[in-house]
């Protein structure tokens, strides 16, 4: 489900936000919401957008650079759990890179949130102290109707575009609709379902040794474990003969980044074991 982007946040309370950036620090962000650590939300950076983490909420701004608003909160409740944020700090810390980096490389990709931006003219009464190239953008949008930001960047080729979106957007000037799928993406792969046949059909011998390959695999199996030894036309051969059927099924990730790691079970060591660990030490 598509969620609009507003700006409602004010000066209330203040984040380090991990981002996915080649910076070995958080950047601080301000919102007028009490947030969770460990939820996703989406800031401006650099003249464009990132999914980052709440990573602590902090008692002052920073004074060497101006504190932004959070343009959304994607998640109510945390998308990932406090020991996994511990962990991503421990590595960031030893790699000296950001926590940002370190979240991405342990996160799925779809994790990240992509940004869809249309854009209109919001006022048409301004100064008309500005470069030629900017009156040319504002000329070319319409008050009612919304226009894709790529479609305008492609249109008109301005040098400092996306600094000039922002300054007006930031003067009341133009109206930036963002919008983004809060939802993790589901994976679909194509999985080959082996079927009964009465009669056996007549096969080729290249056919003949896919099918007793795929059957080591037991009836069902995910269509990537052979899709590397055997070509797809084969596969559908051997699926108008009657053989297989294939259908598409959504795959697990495989872990709930929010769920809470459960303690490492007691292991009662051996008297070798124990003399090797403190040979180790």
Not at 28 to 47: A, E, S
Not at 168 to 180: D, M, N, Q, Y
């Amino acid at each position: 489900m598509n969620k609009e982007i507003k700006h409602n946040c004010q000066k209330d309370f203040f984040y380090e936000i991990a981002l996915p950036i080649r910076v070995s620090k958080n950047f601080t962000y301000k919102c007028n919401k009490r947030l969770k650590k460990g939820i996703r939300v989406i800031v401006p950076f650099n003249h464009t957008h990132h999914t980052g983490i709440v990573w602590e909420e902090r008692s002052s701004p920073p004074t060497d650079y101006n504190v932004k608003n959070i343009l959304e909160i994607v998640d109510d409740t945390p998308s990932i759990s406090t020991e996994l944020m511990k962990l991503a700090q421990w590595i960031s810390q030893y790699y000296s890179i950001s926590c940002g980096q370190t979240l991405a490389a342990m996160l799925p990709a779809a994790f990240n949130i992509q940004v869809q931006q249309q854009v209109r003219v919001a006022e048409t009464s301004y100064s008309k102290d500005l470069p030629k190239a900017v009156h040319e953008m504002i000329s070319t949008l319409d008050k009612k109707e919304w226009l894709e930001i790529r479609e305008l960047k492609q249109k008109l080729k301005i040098k400092n575009f996306q600094y000039w979106l922002e300054t007006l957007e930031s003067e009341g000037i133009l109206e930036i609709k963002r919008s983004f799928d809060s939802k993790i993406k589901k994976k679909i792969a194509n999985f080959i379902i082996l079927q009964e046949v009465e009669k056996f059909p007549k096969l080729t011998k290249k056919q003949e040794e896919a099918y007793q390959y795929m059957k080591n695999f037991g009836k069902d199996f995910a269509l990537a474990k052979i899709a590397k030894i055997y070509s797809y036309s084969i596969v559908k051969a051997l699926r108008s003969k009657g053989l297989l059927s294939i259908e598409p099924r959504e795959v697990q990730l495989g872990f709930n980044f929010a769920k809470k790691l459960l303690p490492p079970k007691k292991i009662t060591l051996s008297s070798e074991q124990n003399s090797a660990i403190d040979a180790i030490s």
